[in-house]
């Protein structure tokens, strides 16, 4: 990822979580649980960038 000036998180409303972008940083999770079921608390979604870019590689 990459640092952006303002916005761009990426929010986990289930679990109350917010992680904002941040150069050399990677996020992970797991979708399904040890069971293979689908983790419905790892729903997520991201948030728009009010200032700046986002990106991954």
Do not use: Q
């Amino acid at each position: 990822m990459n640092d952006v000036e303002k916005g761009g998180a990426t929010v986990f409303p289930k679990l109350n979580i917010s992680v904002f972008p941040v150069k050399n940083m990677a996020l992970m999770w797991y979708n399904l649980n040890p069971a293979g079921e689908i983790e419905r608390n790892t729903l997520h979604a991201g948030c728009p960038v009010a200032v700046g870019h986002k990106w991954s590689e």
